[in-house]
């Protein structure tokens, strides 16, 4: 069984000319790449099919339940724990639900902006609840000496890295900090090599000349230093105060009555998830032995094409389908306009190793996830960027005339 587990993973080795000191090492297959729900079949159904079904029975307000109890933290004893990055996003929901179960959290950051802000689900009470029980350390997790300095023998147990980009920058946190059970490691489903075979899993090949290499090197740090590490790849992360502009992008175009351009036929299938059902996954890696030198895709189950995306947002705005207008990027050049949120191409992951080990079923739907972020930011007049409709312009000039609204 082992040698079929190593045939599936593969040897990766970073680039010569990285300035790392990882850089002249190779990974060798471990842990982290293993799939439970394919080596243990003695059930009739993988532990991805039980937990569909049982989600089935439950029904959606029992998920909801479960989601907001976190209930798997009952096991799990209250860890102090720093949290890199916790003030925007992925960090105001996750340090939200570490402190619900229980936990100390203390959030790292440069002190350059407040700490607490709120998140569209609070009420003043759980607000004010939240505010006096958060703990800040004003650091820059650059400066090696000051890092020393806040961390050092305050005994911490647990680190959850959500800002992290670079090994070096773990490295600092890893030699300040001193021993510690557990480290949680956000990463990205951008890490993977571009591929004819789909959906991405973990163990599959990845990229070390993307955009998000620092996480490969980060993850390979972890390993190499013998933590007890997880990492978490998300695909596209959606969902209320969201800073990249996914849904927002097709919703101000919406709400304006304008076409929205997309890339090639529209076909492209991509994925996302929303970030209460990221945050709920993170918590439940939380003193799980199975997490253990872990890589775990996280994202909805779903997957959607882009002009299914496109009519999804109409749909979670109330509002008619789009006039959608298919274009050739290559017949563009749009400079530093953006003309599209997503990578294109196909771009869409797994998640079923994370359903199987984590005992985590993604309580948003994809439709009522995008209601969920409209109604509680978008729809209430709150976004994080104005739209810029330069690429757009580009586009329906090209096309002017030979505009169709597609069914």
């Not at 907001?68 to 720093?82: D, R």
């Not at 029980?133 to 806040?150: F, L, N, P, W």
């Not at 599209?340 to 009522?368: I, N, T, Y």
Request: glycine share 8%; net charge positive; hydrophobic share 40%.
């Amino acid at each position: 069984m082992a040698s079929a587990v190593s045939m599936r993973c593969s040897t990766v080795q970073t680039p010569k000319a990285c300035t790392s000191a990882l850089s002249q090492q190779q990974i060798a297959p471990f842990a982290g790449l293993r799939r439970i729900n394919v080596l243990y079949k003695e059930s009739a159904a993988c532990p991805a099919q039980q937990l569909r079904a049982s989600a089935a029975r439950r029904g959606a307000a029992a998920r909801g339940a479960a989601r907001c109890s976190t209930v798997m933290s009952a096991a799990v004893a209250p860890k102090k724990i720093l949290m890199l990055g916790g003030t925007r996003f992925i960090g105001l929901y996750l340090a939200r639900q570490l402190i619900e179960a229980g936990h100390e959290v203390t959030l790292l950051t440069r002190g350059k902006k407040p700490v607490t802000y709120r998140i569209p689900d609070d009420t003043d009470e759980s607000f004010a609840k939240f505010e006096q029980s958060v703990k800040h350390i004003a650091c820059d997790r650059t400066d090696a000496e000051a890092m020393k300095t806040h961390l050092q023998n305050k005994g911490f147990e647990v680190v959850y890295d959500i800002n992290g980009r670079e090994a070096d920058e773990c490295a600092l946190v890893l030699d300040a900090v001193g021993p510690i059970q557990q480290y949680i490691f956000c990463s990205s489903a951008g890490v993977y090599k571009k591929s004819d075979q789909m959906p991405h899993r973990e163990e599959d090949e990845v990229d070390f000349k993307s955009r998000h290499k620092g996480k490969l090197f980060t993850e390979e740090l972890l390993e190499q230093r013998g933590i007890n590490w997880t990492s978490v790849r998300p695909v596209y992360i959606y969902g209320p105060l969201n800073y990249n502009p996914v849904e927002e992008f097709f919703f101000h175009r919406i709400k304006a009555g304008r076409p929205i351009c997309v890339p090639g036929s529209g076909m492209q299938v991509t994925q996302l998830g929303h970030v209460k059902d990221l945050a709920t996954a993170f918590v439940k890696i939380l003193g799980n032995p199975k997490a253990a030198r872990q890589v775990y895709n996280v994202a909805g189950e779903r997957y959607v094409t882009f002009d299914g995306l496109a009519k999804a947002c109409a749909a979670a705005m109330g509002a008619p389908e789009p006039e959608l207008v298919h274009f050739n990027p290559k017949d563009f050049d749009f400079g530093k306009a953006k003309a599209f949120p997503m990578r294109d191409q196909h771009f869409f992951a797994s998640v079923d190793k994370a359903m199987a080990d984590l005992d985590w079923v993604p309580e948003f739907g994809l439709l009522d996830g995008l209601r969920d972020s409209y109604e509680k930011d978008f729809g209430r007049g709150t976004f994080r960027k104005e739209p810029d409709y330069t690429a757009d312009d580009m586009v329906l000039e090209r096309v002017k005339g030979k505009v169709s609204a597609m069914a």
